[in-house]
């Protein structure tokens, strides 16, 4: 049976991620990417952030996966998700400059992609077994 309560957060989860991906690309997809609101970038990050934060926790990798293992994925996931959201303010611009910034955000997204998956193959090859 489905959590109403993680089947939701996932889905959330999964919007603000496209929305993410979207604003970060599409000045490499369209020659002129028009944003609507400046401040999409960092609301969506800040519930992708909100609801990865509650998608881990709700996975309990305590009870679901072999001792010794979880510390490394938790530190993989909450590493993508504070990376991310800082990727995701304005302070990215301040730091590396404007014009650097989609450059560095989209490096940011590609790499909390490969991170990410690379987290849920840890996770999956180190659960518990249910015999």
């Not at 944003?35 to 934060?53: D, E, Q, R, S, Y």
């Not at 400059?97 to 849920?120: C, H, P, Q, W």
Request: aromatic share 10%; with cysteine.
């Amino acid at each position: 049976m489905v959590q109403f309560d993680i089947f939701v957060s996932r889905a959330i989860h999964m919007v603000a991620g496209g929305l993410t991906v979207g604003i970060v690309f599409g000045p490499y997809l369209f020659q002129e990417a028009v944003l609507v609101n400046p401040k999409l970038p960092m609301v969506a990050a800040l519930f992708m952030f909100i609801t990865g934060c509650f998608n881990a926790a709700a996975l309990r990798p305590a009870k679901t996966m072999q001792k010794g293992s979880q510390n490394l994925w938790r530190i993989l996931v909450y590493a993508i998700k504070i990376a991310l959201l800082l990727t995701c303010t304005p302070l990215t611009d301040r730091v590396v400059g404007k014009e650097a910034a989609v450059d560095f955000r989209a490096g940011a997204i590609l790499l909390s992609i490969l991170v990410g998956t690379a987290a849920k193959f840890y996770r999956e090859s180190n659960m518990v077994s249910r015999s």
